[in-house]
């Protein structure tokens, strides 16, 4: 063992980020001591370090334990947690954030580790999983990735990770009765929820006690035309999803693993609600509509699971020629039009990103701690960004463009949140969906 002083300053924070990663973990585990809740220590993320995972759910996993009321450690249970925990940390384990996208056109994933100093993306390999892959999660441990694939037969693949060097290996593979654009896990990471394009559905998959998805969809129900996302709220309760086609949210109750429909709320006709991210407070929903380009933030009621539209915000300069987007099911025409495409915040929760594929820009939002949302600017990105993620360290914003050859990283890490480019890199054809892990 190396003496203090031999040892670098960037191993002594890196021994001190294990320390208290492990602190961290050992209270979530404490919790659910507390609750006799042993089964559910596959749900082992800290908001504290977000460790686990970059999907959008990475912050709905320490608060699905903060939520409940009530709740009171006691020495004991925390002593045991602290050593259980420490004690299955390997000796000199350091941290590795690994970058997964999904490349459609290829019908590959590609690996990447990301230096977390410079954001520079080194190439892993290429796992062959069938064209058309797509959606994709992180398990809660960070130790399985779920991959869809959007061609027949459609299916759900579950990928153990190597918490050293971050290969993928299929561990199941389970039948999907749809083809989903979108797959989204609960707090507890035993459902993973999935909405279909073209049939108009939601569907539930349970997730087995070992990680894996092999049972096949436990529920289906229609949802709008072109439902297009699905997601719980942070305690697990309630889950919503957007049909696109109809201009609705639509509420859920969830009960025994299964949706329970509770009602529906407007985002104006022909906005075409897509894809959603949760505050970190839980208070709030931002919601991305993909024809009109606005950024709708609804305030949930924590009682009903209720939503109420607060303000709305486009995502596109007042200046911009494009006009909104077609239904669907209309006939295209040649008019250069609105086709937003994903959204994602920050840890912190004060700064929203934007992807709008048409102009192949990505758009910066301010929150605000209590005034309304603003725009800030737009930045030229790859060809037709279907896809962003942020590291759960929030400090680096990737981008994946369809269109594109390359993955662009950018560091967001400064506090006015511009997006600063590190560095582009090789990706395989149809760069749709990218995920970010954080190993302990």
């Known amino acids: 063992m190396k003496s203090p002083s031999t040892v670098p300053a960037a191993r002594c924070k890196s021994l001190l980020a294990t320390f208290w990663r492990a602190a961290c973990q050992a209270r979530v585990m404490a919790e659910l001591l507390t609750y006799n809740s042993i089964p559910k220590l596959a749900c082992s993320a800290c908001r504290a370090c977000n460790t686990m995972s970059g999907c959008r759910n990475v912050r709905l996993r320490y608060a699905a334990h903060r939520s409940r009321e009530g709740s009171s450690l006691t020495v004991y249970r925390y002593a045991i947690a602290i050593a259980v925990y420490v004690a299955a940390l390997p000796f000199g384990a350091m941290a590795e954030t690994f970058v997964y996208v999904a490349a459609a056109g290829d019908g590959v994933i590609d690996s990447y580790r990301l230096d977390e100093g410079t954001g520079a993306l080194t190439p ?3 796992t062959e999983v069938g064209t058309g892959v797509g959606p994709m999660a992180i398990n809660f441990q960070g130790k399985y990735l779920y991959a869809v694939v959007r061609s027949q037969p459609y299916r759900v693949l579950s990928l153990g990770i190597d918490q050293t060097t971050g290969a993928l290996t299929t561990q199941a593979v389970a039948a999907l009765p749809e083809n989903l654009a979108y797959v989204a896990l609960d707090p507890l990471g035993r459902l993973l929820l999935g909405a279909s394009y073209g049939g108009g559905k939601v569907a539930t998959l349970p997730v087995g006690a070992d990680g894996l998805i092999s049972a096949g969809t436990k529920q289906l129900l229609p949802a709008g035309r072109n439902a297009h996302a699905i997601m719980t709220d942070q305690k697990g ?77 486009s995502i596109l300069p007042p200046d911009t020629d494009l006009q909104p987007g077609l239904d669907p099911a209309a006939p295209k025409d040649d008019e250069a039009r609105i086709w937003a495409a994903d959204l994602v915040l920050t840890p912190d929760g004060r700064h929203l990103y934007a992807s709008e594929r048409r102009t192949s820009r990505i758009s910066l939002l301010e929150t605000g701690d209590s005034g309304p949302l603003r725009l800030v600017d737009t930045y030229p990105t790859e060809q037709q960004p279907r896809d962003i993620g942020i590291d759960p360290q929030g400090r680096f ?27 582009r890199f090789p990706v395989a054809a149809g760069a749709n969906w990218v995920e970010i892990l954080r190993t302990r």
Do not use: C, W
Not at 398 to 406: A, L, P, Q, W, Y
């Open 124 to 126: 892993l390999g290429s």
């Open 397 to 423: 914003l990737i981008v994946t463009g369809e269109k594109s050859d390359h993955v662009a990283v950018y560091g967001i890490g400064s506090e006015d949140g511009h997006p600063d480019m590190k560095g």
């Open 237 to 313: 309760q309630f889950a919503y999803s957007t049909a696109l086609g109809t201009d609705k949210i639509l509420t859920y109750r969830i009960e025994g693993g299964l949706l329970v429909p509770l009602g529906s709320i407007s985002t104006g006709e022909g906005s075409g609600p897509r894809h959603m991210v949760l505050s970190p407070d839980g208070a709030r929903l931002y919601v991305l509509t993909e024809l009109t380009g606005e950024v709708l933030h609804m305030g949930i009621d924590p009682v009903s699971g209720a939503l109420t539209e607060v303000e709305r915000v």
